[in-house]
């Protein structure tokens, strides 16, 4: 069953300004009046692990989306106001000057607020703005490789640079929500996430070029079909070892190597250094190296090619590209999980022109991309697959390219 649309932005921001009167109390300086802005979650269509190697990626920003409620204070406090899932209340407070000392500290290392605070206290931090009231609401599923802490970061970032006006760029902005993420908190992530959240355009998707430092927009209106996203409920998070031991391998790789990943004897030239370096290849055995630089290579190529093929309209060629990524990331990346994998070939079996796992992997989302008159199908048969396997039953959204991050 296909879960009906999320809020719209304007029942967000409704829900965030009223949750911060309810917990901070209304308005009470003139000068300071409560604003909202919005930030979605994004999909990644194809080329995931690259966006740290040099690579290629495709996502676009969802209907699933995040909203905070903001105003200015002039303690030099920043008073957070969340929900968890739960339903548990978060309610934390932190004092940009105590930050100031850690970051400056000559002992800082990342994860200096490794929790959901250090993603908007570093996020403002970052930016170099001043204290301030949040509130945050969300329709974006916390674990689910839909990039909830990117459309958390990227909305307060918004909200500090337009309460302090402080003429940020969308390239600072988004530098400062990725140091967030990486140093705040402490996940070693890329910047695919944050770059979709910011740049996202309604009907398209972003092709993210990381070895040149580009970006295009590319319409991805793909008449006749729908792109499902089914929310696994097995979780997953960036600041983990699994993912931290990809990323750790390829960027010593890429050091050793001098490589951006592209180069046509790659695979061979890494499997080379790790045999004869093991302790720079961080212990992997050279098959392994094979598996996982191969990966970054052929993702690559693939997401060059897809965004051809989404030019083109060519919808079948694009998910023939979906699924060979995903089998690479099953059998060259192994991030695949048991439930995740039974999603994704019950979705092919039912008539999916393409699927695969999308994210950082170990549990999130997977996609399909689907023809009008099977999306039905291919959504019970999601169902019936996880639940006879024993795994848990996901919650699937139906969803369209939108914009990014903005005030409401």
């Keep these: 069953m296909i879960v009906p649309s999320t809020r719209s932005p304007e029942e967000l921001a409704a829900e ?20 909202t802005w919005l930030a979605p979650g994004r999909v990644n269509l194809i080329g995931d692990h690259v966006d740290y190697a040099y690579g290629v990626c ?23 106001l969340s929900q968890a899932p739960n339903g548990e209340l978060l309610d934390a407070s932190v004092a940009l000057a105590e930050l100031d000392e850690a970051v400056n500290a000559p002992d800082a290392t990342p994860g200096i607020l490794p929790d959901w605070r250090g ?4 996020t403002v931090h970052a930016l170099g703005a001043g204290g301030m009231d949040i509130a945050v609401v969300s329709d974006v599923p916390l674990g689910s490789g839909l990039s909830s802490s990117a459309a958390l970061e990227c909305a307060v970032g918004v909200a500090a640079r337009d309460l302090y006006e402080l003429g940020t760029s969308d390239e600072e902005l988004i530098a400062a929500t990725m140091r967030a993420e990486n140093f705040y908190v402490g996940a070693n992530t890329g910047g695919l996430d944050q770059n ?3 740049r996202g355009r309604a009907g398209h998707a972003l092709a993210l070029d990381f070895l040149g430092n580009t970006h295009e927009q590319v319409p991805c209106a793909m008449e006749g079909y729908q792109l499902l996203i089914a929310d696994s409920h097995v979780e ?16 010593a790789a890429a050091a050793a190597l001098s490589c951006s990943f592209r180069e046509e004897d790659i695979v061979e030239r890494a499997v080379e250094w790790a045999a004869e370096n093991p302790a720079d290849a ?6 392994v190296v ?33 699924n060979d990524s ?74 369209s390219a939108q914009d990014g991050a903005r005030r409401v």
């Design 282 to 287: 961080l212990g992997n055995e050279p098959e």
């Design 119 to 122: 993603y908007i206290a570093g």
């Design 16 to 35: 965030a300004r009223a949750f911060l009167a309810e917990k901070a109390g209304p308005d009470t300086d003139p000068a300071a009046p409560t604003g």
């Design 290 to 322: 094979r598996r996982r630089v191969r990966h970054v290579h052929s993702e690559t190529a693939r997401t060059i090619e897809a965004v051809e093929a989404l030019k083109a309209g060519d919808v079948e060629r694009f998910g023939r590209l979906m």
């Design 196 to 198: 979709a959240v910011v």
């Design 326 to 399: 995903h089998a690479s990331l099953r059998d060259d990346y192994e991030i695949v999980p048991d439930a995740l994998e039974a999603a994704v070939q019950a979705a092919l079996q039912a008539g999916a022109v393409g699927a695969r796992i999308t994210g950082g992997g170990f549990g999130g989302s997977t996609i399909a991309l689907c023809p009008d008159d099977r999306v039905d199908e291919v959504a019970a048969a999601i169902e019936s697959a996880t639940r006879s396997g024993g795994f848990p039953v996901p919650t699937i959204y139906a969803t």
């Design 58 to 80: 495709l996502p676009y920003a969802t209907t699933m989306a995040t909203a905070v409620a903001a105003r200015k204070r002039s303690d030099g406090l920043l008073r957070m």
């Design 236 to 251: 997953h998070s960036h600041a983990t070892g699994e993912y931290s031991s990809r990323r750790g391998l390829i960027d």
